[in-house]
């Protein structure tokens, strides 16, 4: 027997649909290249979308044609995200910040028709030109009176594109499974890889990450994305948002900016956040140097990327702000895990809530995980047994865009091995030990990279630390610490080393710390632990090296 209900698919315009309706006076606040702080409402920003569908719809673009965009966190990139997917087409986000090379691969690779592109970013994408023939056109998110200079061939300009554009679109009716969107992973070795999202897993995972215990958004917050719109859709929030209601502050291209992350907070009651742990830490040095403080915000999700003690203690201690920890990647769309507290965990001793907190977080209804042994072997949630990281559910990616073959990547049963190495405590908390790549493997037992970076970072004149293994004749490899050290007196060896002291097994001691003027960082600004390898291969530990 089946049910008797309606069978309405789940796609992207039923959001746009829904927020003109429901939340239309919510506001959408941005800075953009051509205005400190633009404002509108979110029905200004469905009604504009819609004129971008009919726009692209006269530029010939059909259903399942991708659109690109080089674009910081403003509104017409909100526009964007449904006037593409809505009208049926992909939306192709793409990381200016990635190499030159690899944006030349993505757009090709994706077969990119038209390109919308910032003013800013657009000086790159000029030297990039010939190397991109597939692309028939660029659209400048410009109006008239800021169109910049451009070797582009027939670039348009937005505004003007718009303007020439009624109102009147009908959304399509959609196969929810078609693709709504395409984000290529930027890994550290090989060509990127892109993962296709669909309608039905962006409306299911937004409707997971506004759950209480996980962002746990509503339309009285006020909500800045500072993850950037090309990582991973900014964590779903420019979806979230406008589906609950909630008020939209977006940065641009200063979100790497302490001040105007600050100013933004204070003036447009922002509560809710969002980033990777550089632009937290850049937010708090600005805060210290400033006096100021963030008094609207009550909490903020740190993901991305390991996160730094001392994040969490700052924001709690100095400025009354809750910090939740989250996993994800861009195949998980990318929330996977999120770090809110059982009932009681709040009373826990300091020093055990503490270490809680810096996990990565519990699962999400829709998304199932396991860590396995070498041999493909579950092991236990005791928060001890560490392994390899498998999830699988309604927005984990099944393949890659274009790749036949996706056996390196997800096992028969449709597992996905996600390449992180982790533990899992009877309560459920996921924690990120490592990349697989990245674990240190000491006397054939391992040595958790990330553990031994938590410690190191929270010396107060560390700027930045990575730990990587060094190759051991005894050992296979021991761990070697590289501090970027603040402005000031820099600690020493062995205050640096005196840290570890009663807090890990003594045989996880780095061999030896080495202070850099700085590291190697990836696109979305993860430590490059490649290249530091390679820059340290012919690094030798001192004798005096963990010999028993
Ligand atoms: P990306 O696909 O660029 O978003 O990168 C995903 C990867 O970032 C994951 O596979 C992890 O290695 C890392 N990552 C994300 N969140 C965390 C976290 N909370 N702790 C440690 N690593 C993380």
Known sequence: ??????????????????????????????????NPRHRYQYKDAIRRSRQLANALSRLGVQPGDRIATLAWNDHRHLEAYFGVSGSGAVLHTINPRLFAEQIVFIINHAS????????????????????????????????EAHMPETSLPGALCYETLLSAETDDYEWPDLDENSASAICYTSGTTGDPKGVVYSHRATILHTYAITMPDVMGLSCRDSVLPIVPMFHVNAWGVPYAA??????LVMPGAKAGDGETLQDLIETEGVTMSCGVPTVWLALLDYLDQSGKTVSNLNRIVVGGAACPSSIISKFNDQHDVYVHCAWGMTETSPLGVYNTLRSGQENLPAAELAALQLKAGRGIFGIEMKIVDANGKELPWDGVAFGALKVRGSWVASGYFGLDDNSDTHDASGWFGTGDVATIDPDGFMNITDRTKDVIKSGGEWISSIALENIAMGHPQVAEAAVIGIAHSKWTERPLLVIVAREGEPPTRQEMLALFEGRIASWWTPDDVVFVDELPHTATGKVRKAT??????????????TDG
């Not at 592109?117 to 597939?134: A, S």
């Open 112 to 143: 990119d028709r038209y390109i919308l592109v910032d003013p800013l970013v657009l000086p790159l994408l000029e030297k990039l030109q010939d190397q991109i023939t597939g692309v028939e056109g660029f659209i400048i998110l410009s109006d």
């Open 1 to 34: 027997m089946l049910g008797m209900m309606m069978d309405t698919p789940l796609l992207v315009s039923a959001i746009a649909r829904f927020a003109e309706k429901n939340h239309g006076n919510q506001e959408v606040v941005s800075v953009t290249y051509d």
């Open 242 to 247: 406008p589906m609950v209601g909630a008020k």
């Open 532 to 545: 530091l390898r390679e820059q340290f291969a012919a690094y030798t530990l001192p004798e005096t090296s």
